[in-house]
């Protein structure tokens, strides 16, 4: 089981700032890179996948990846109060599988 | 949402006694997935299914079985129940293209007494 850690919460921001998240994984070798969030007592769901070394952006939402340092973020700008929920880092493994972070949960100030 | 439903949504049982939960899907997709969800372990893969009739163990599969006999539907059973496995379970599903996207039913919150 490859190992992924997430940046220990909880993790309080106002409404308006940005909300910064961090993951480092072990496997030298993963390609796909997820961020799902999870309301209380919901099912995780995928916010946004990245591949490639850099930015990705959707919306309030900027992904960054560096594989070189083994190391993906989310950022969410202009935190709003429906942000508030727990972050989800996802790596691939071989064989169609991912492991995952134990998540990060962040409150939004209103 | 993905096509995803999970049956039971809540299960009360007692130690011992047999368990089986049931992941149904319509998305024809070719790989299921079951995990459980702790607090302060995030998600944990018990099983996971990559066509029918064809499954293989994740990292917390002791104490669990499954079986695919259709492409659709993806049981998990817990053989004899223990008070370590009140948890609760969600199903993924995944196409198996080159995002390795999974996506989640809405989870069975199971209590073992």
């Known amino acids: 089981q490859k190992e992924v850690e997430q940046n220990s919460g909880p993790l309080s921001v106002p409404e308006g700032a940005i909300a910064s998240l961090n993951c480092t994984y072990s496997?030298?070798?993963?390609?796909?890179f997820f961020w799902y969030r999870q309301y209380s007592g919901k099912s995780p769901e995928l916010i946004m996948f990245?591949?490639?070394?850099g930015d990705k952006e959707d919306g309030r939402f900027t992904a960054q990846l560096n594989k070189a340092s083994q190391y993906v973020s989310l950022l969410i700008r202009d935190s709003q109060p429906s942000d508030s929920a727990t972050y989800l880092c996802a790596v691939n493994e071989r064989d169609y599988k991912l492991s995952f972070g134990a998540g990060t949960t962040v409150t939004v100030r209103a | 949402d993905a096509g995803i439903t999970q049956s039971p949504r809540h299960k009360v049982t007692e130690t011992g006694t047999p368990v089986t939960l049931r992941c149904h899907q319509t998305e024809n997709h070719r790989y299921m997935y079951w995990y459980r969800q702790d607090p302060g372990h995030g998600l944990r893969l018990i099983h996971y299914?990559?066509?029918?009739?064809?499954?293989d163990k994740g990292e917390v599969s002791d104490g669990y079985s499954v079986s695919r006999s259709k492409t659709e539907d993806f049981l998990l059973t817990l053989e004899s129940a223990t008070s370590s496995q009140t948890s609760v379970y969600f199903c993924?599903?995944?196409?198996?293209?080159?995002?390795?996207?999974?996506?989640f039913g809405p989870g069975t919150r199971l209590t073992v007494l």
């Open positions: 299914s990559y066509g029918v009739k064809d499954t």
């Open positions: 496997d030298r070798g993963s390609q796909s």
């Open positions: 990245i591949y490639s070394n």
């Open positions: 993924a599903i995944s196409d198996g293209g080159g995002t390795d996207t999974q996506y």
